[in-house]
């Protein structure tokens, strides 16, 4: 090229002679032979969950062999006053046992109302009754559902056996025949015990422990299995509480 004189200008449009062609697949639409990717399967909500229905009573086992309650799916109701011991048993029985089990506490899903609470403890009304009975149906639900799924289920409440209004009937009503009730009665002097080192709601008076243990001695006689484990630390009683279901599951109480 002369001296002096400019190179040609290089068209607009025309690559610079250093770029690469684009590979043909890249941007262009997807051929019809590629199968497009399936999206991510929804991993929730695949589990049928059976319904819950009123728990049957327990078939027995056969004559020669001895029912063995700690892997039987069972709904078991531990009945007894306040410092009975029910709820720590109830949470040691079920933490120890071979098959999946629930603990249920009626005095914790009462206490689900914040706002509004009726306290039995400022006395008995329309208000209090309403909202026990209101927490015994969730209860009930709560254990049909487990039962249902083969969860097994104990639950713990002071059922008083004067009030047949708010008794065994309503339980058995709820969660069904197979319930299997057992009553936790030790000494007067070890429920005021345990009582006094409980706190807030669940505290009561003196008079009222005693008025309550009172009337639980009416179990006597009512043909339901009575564990008094007023000698007893929470792992033996659990496992008399199996013996305890183990004739029952045998020879289930009429209640």
Request: net charge neutral; aromatic share 6%.
């Amino acid at each position: 090229m002369p001296p002096g004189v400019p190179p040609a200008p290089v068209p607009q449009h025309a690559p610079p002679h250093h770029a690469h062609a684009q590979p043909p697949h890249q941007g262009a639409p997807q051929h019809a032979h590629h199968a497009p990717v399936p999206p991510t399967p929804d991993t929730t909500g695949h589990v049928q969950l059976p319904p819950g229905a009123p728990v049957p009573v327990p078939a027995p086992s056969p004559a020669a062999e001895a029912p063995d309650p700690a892997a039987t799916t069972l709904a078991v109701l531990l009945i007894g006053p306040a410092g009975a011991g029910k709820t720590s048993v109830a949470k040691y029985w079920a933490d120890h046992r071979r098959v999946p089990t629930a603990h249920i506490s009626l005095d914790d899903v009462r206490e689900w109302v914040r706002s509004g609470f009726a306290d039995p403890q400022s006395g008995w009304n329309d208000s209090s009754e309403a909202q026990y009975r209101l927490a015994r149906r969730t209860c009930g639900f709560a254990a049909r559902n487990f039962l249902a799924n083969g969860i097994s289920c104990i639950l713990d409440d002071a059922v008083f056996p004067d009030r047949p209004v708010v008794g065994l009937g309503g339980w058995k009503r709820h969660v069904g025949p197979g319930l299997l009730p057992v009553v936790l009665l030790p000494g007067l002097e070890i429920v005021l015990e345990r009582n006094a080192e409980r706190s807030g709601n669940r505290r009561l008076s003196d008079e009222e422990v005693a008025r309550i243990h009172g009337r639980m001695a009416g179990w006597y006689g009512s043909g339901l299995p009575i564990i008094d484990n007023s000698q007893l630390d929470v792992p033996t009683t659990a496992r008399v509480l199996d013996d305890v279901l183990a004739r029952s599951i045998a020879s289930p109480p009429q209640w």
